[in-house]
């Protein structure tokens, strides 16, 4: 690269045009590496951007599936408890009617003892009554 400069002294070199042609090509050869490099700074900025946002979805995706399979097994398992706790309700239903039923006899059959033994109770008083005024 050539380039002209003016001497202290007042005197001036003249540049002829070929000269200043390669000057300007090499300047321009210069721009043009610098917009190059700085072109490839930012693709490299943006290539990594692109993988790091590619490394997260892959991860997201990865998690979410997970916790898929997660919630669907967690879904099988209270189905499962479900079923057997509606089965426990069914045999526990089942149990509390037998239970009332026999509730029910039973308090059929104390009245029934009660109605007995009052009357057998009034019929002793009345025996009671005749021995006492038969002893007297």
């Known amino acids: ?34 917009a190059l490099d700085e072109t490839n700074l930012e693709f490299e900025e943006f290539a990594k951007y692109c993988d790091d946002e590619a490394s997260q979805k892959d991860f997201a995706i990865k998690n979410s599936k997970e916790q898929g399979e997660a919630l669907q097994a967690s879904i099988a398992d209270a189905a499962a408890k479900i079923s057997s706790l509606e089965s426990k309700v069914d045999d526990l239903s089942t149990s509390i009617a037998a239970s009332e039923g026999e509730h029910l006899k039973a308090t059929n059959l104390r009245a029934k003892q009660h109605v007995d033994f009052i009357a057998d109770e009034k019929q002793m008083l009345e025996t009671i009554e005749s021995l006492n005024g038969a002893t007297a």
């Not at 690269?1 to 070199?13: D, H």
């Open 1 to 34: 690269m050539l380039l002209a400069l003016g001497s202290s002294s007042g005197v001036t070199n003249h540049v002829s045009p070929v000269q200043k042609v390669i000057q300007l090509i090499d300047d321009m050869a210069v721009k043009v590496k610098k």
